[in-house]
């Protein structure tokens, strides 16, 4: 992504939903641009910010739908993880649009209906993928809503992420309730689910799970 955008000393990078600054920070150390990331959640800013002891990153609260930056002032816009959360995916994708300077490149970061399906949780909570399935659309389908919000020629690009995960870090990431999906669930579904988790760590602590995330990158210039 960034060695396509090809940034310079003072262009504009913006990570629309950047949560805790997870990539917003690694961005910000990979390019010469100035950074800055818009979420609509205080709390979340408030942990990036924690972590941006040197200020390398303007961190501003702010929606997908409204954004705090001028017209044609970016030449990059990330979204990454942030597609399922949208009501109204043609709206956000025609404000970043709005903010893009000519040539500039929006880049959408999202699992795949297949990652869905194939999720290393399904087993313990069948919800999930009830509830995804409905949240994740098919590349081709962001693909149509970019040109309807006037991209022209977007770029899917598939990526495969195999992943070893030990049971002690998974019952830790389900306890945090580290997806949204698990906040969705019905209460006894969780507890259901956590407690077979917590069986297996309790029966043998090398137990390890597979998870095959399936990523759809998803490029388009204005
Ligand atoms: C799953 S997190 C991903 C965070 C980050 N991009 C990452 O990959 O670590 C989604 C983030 O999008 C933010 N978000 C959801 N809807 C939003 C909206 N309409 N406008 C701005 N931010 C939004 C949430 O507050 C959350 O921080």
Not at 15 to 37: H, I, K
Request: aromatic share 6%.
């Amino acid at each position: 992504m960034l060695r396509e955008a090809a940034l310079q000393p003072g262009d504009q990078v913006v990570e629309v939903g950047c949560g805790t600054g997870r990539l917003t920070l690694p961005v910000s150390a990979m390019t010469p641009a100035r950074v800055t990331g818009v979420d609509a959640e205080v709390r979340m800013l408030d942990v990036a910010r924690g972590k941006d002891a040197a200020g390398r990153v303007d961190w501003v609260r702010g929606s997908a739908y409204r954004l705090p930056l001028g017209e044609g002032t970016a030449a990059l816009v990330m979204m990454v993880m942030v597609v399922h959360l949208l009501r109204q995916r043609v709206r956000a994708f025609t404000e970043a649009r709005r903010i893009l300077r000519p040539g500039g490149q929006l880049s959408l970061w999202t699992f795949t209906p297949r990652h869905v399906e194939e999720f290393y949780l399904n087993p313990y909570f069948p919800s999930i993928a009830i509830i995804d399935r409905a949240r994740f659309p098919a590349a081709p389908v962001l693909s149509a809503e970019l040109r309807r919000a006037g991209f022209d020629e977007p770029k899917i690009q598939l990526i495969d992420e195999p992943r070893k995960l030990d049971i002690a870090d998974v019952v830790d990431r389900v306890r945090g309730r580290y997806i949204s999906t698990l906040a969705m669930l019905a209460p006894l579904e969780y507890r259901l689910g956590l407690q077979q988790l917590e069986e297996m760590l309790a029966r043998d602590r090398s137990i390890r799970l597979t998870q095959r995330s399936e990523w759809a990158i998803i490029t388009a210039r204005k």
